[in-house]
């Protein structure tokens, strides 16, 4: 990976200002309902946006889908994730985002946004991207997995119908994210897949004006949607479910190979990428398939991959397991640490060490978190070791 310049500790950005006075009556609604939904997500929960009385309408009708193909006979098959989706006529895909009217595919959640809020990039969490930055982050409804756990199913699963949501152009998205005093524009909350051409589309346009954009995904996707995002984004964060194949089948209801490759094509595609596992007591957290996911993680994407473990709280349809134990996580971060890799943290634990980041080679503490998602201190110079010089790898600058 390329390491950027580093010049020192990153403040976080401020609030920025307010926007427009022409937008500001239906923007002061969307904020207030998007507000309720992201104070819910600092303590792992989505809050819906409530039901709208009518689906609104597109300002120019809805947007034809990018990745697809006709089949004849009005018959049309998606192309957006693996799961190539046959849509006859009037119907909808598996993730209910994609519609074929007359054998032409439209995406009815471009441009509708469901939430949008400013979270500190650790949040996401990306440890190894402009730490103790700010990143404006929206979501559509819908998903293309339908995890037993997911921790914001309220918009993930819901249809775009079933949302309440405000049309923001992709130029609109990379202005106010600009005004807020973010960095980067966080496509999260829901799947970015279901919505990759308005999220390709509202990175192009905060890279025009110097705003970068970051992906938090579950990785399920096509290869061609992928490198197509690749060319404007500056870094993707998958959820490494499992390393079972059972696992993503059953409990998450997608499939493991196609997750596997995304890593390995974001590696080869020079795009930043970290990987977060939730780790579920008695499903996910068996010591065999952690050992596995560390030999094919040494194996396929090298040591320098940041892993997080994070604790599980119950949610949604998996409220009969406990909490995870702390030790759990810390014996899953000695596992792959054992297997030789360099990053691996902890996290929905706040305070505990393992959310630092540490030199591989002197051992000292480079970036020093806190509570709440803060960054305390960066003892880095210009991307690496602040005591031994050792390169860090990321995006510092």
């Known amino acids: 990976m390329t390491i950027d310049r580093f010049p020192g500790i990153i403040p976080a ?44 309408p597109y300002p120019a009708g809805p947007k034809e889908a990018r990745y697809y193909e006709k089949l004849g006979n009005g018959v049309a098959r998606c192309a957006v994730c693996p799961r190539r989706c046959v849509i006859p006529d009037g119907e909808r895909g598996f993730c209910s985002t994609r519609e074929n009217r007359g054998g032409t595919l439209y995406s009815l959640v471009y441009g509708r946004v469901a939430s949008m809020a400013v979270d500190p990039i650790e949040k996401k969490p990306l440890f190894h991207f402009l730490p103790g930055s700010q990143a404006y982050s929206i979501a559509t409804a819908g998903c293309n997995f339908t995890c037993k756990f997911c921790q914001n199913y309220t918009i993930s699963q819901a249809k775009p119908e079933e949302l309440r949501t405000q049309f923001m152009s992709p130029e609109t998205v990379a202005s106010e994210a600009k005004a807020s005093g973010a960095q980067s524009i966080a496509f999260t909350y829901n799947e970015p897949t279901v919505f990759t051409e308005f999220a390709r589309d509202c990175a192009a346009a905060g890279e025009r004006i110097g705003v970068r954009s970051v992906v938090i995904s579950n990785g399920f996707i096509s290869p061609e949607p992928l490198e197509r995002l690749a060319e404007v984004i500056a870094a993707y964060k998958v959820d ?158």
């Open 13 to 56: 950005a401020s609030a920025g200002r307010a926007p427009a006075e022409s937008s500001v009556l239906s923007r002061r609604l969307f904020l207030a309902a998007s507000a309720g939904f992201c104070a819910a997500c600092a303590l792992g929960r989505g809050v819906s946006l409530g039901a709208p009385t009518a689906f609104p």
């Open 240 to 397: 490494f479910k499992a390393f079972s194949k059972s696992f993503y089948r059953e409990v998450a209801g997608g499939d493991r190979e196609p997750v596997l490759a995304t890593i390995k094509l974001l590696r080869k595609l020079n795009v930043w990428t970290e990987l977060v596992h939730l780790t579920i007591p008695t499903l996910n957290d068996g010591e065999n398939d952690l050992r596995g996911m560390g030999d094919w993680l040494m194996g396929e994407v090298g040591p320098d991959v940041p892993v997080h473990f994070t604790r599980f709280y119950p949610l949604y349809r998996l409220t009969d397991l406990p909490v995870t134990p702390v030790s759990t996580l810390e014996k899953a971060r000695e596992i792959l640490m054992a297997k030789g890799m360099r990053y691996v943290y902890v996290g929905n634990i706040p305070g505990h060490p393992g959310e630092s980041t540490y030199c591989p080679k002197c051992g000292k503490i480079v970036i020093e978190r806190g509570y709440g998602y803060s960054v305390k201190q960066v003892r880095m110079n210009r991307g690496a070791c602040g005591s031994c010089g050792t390169p860090i790898p990321g995006v510092w600058s």
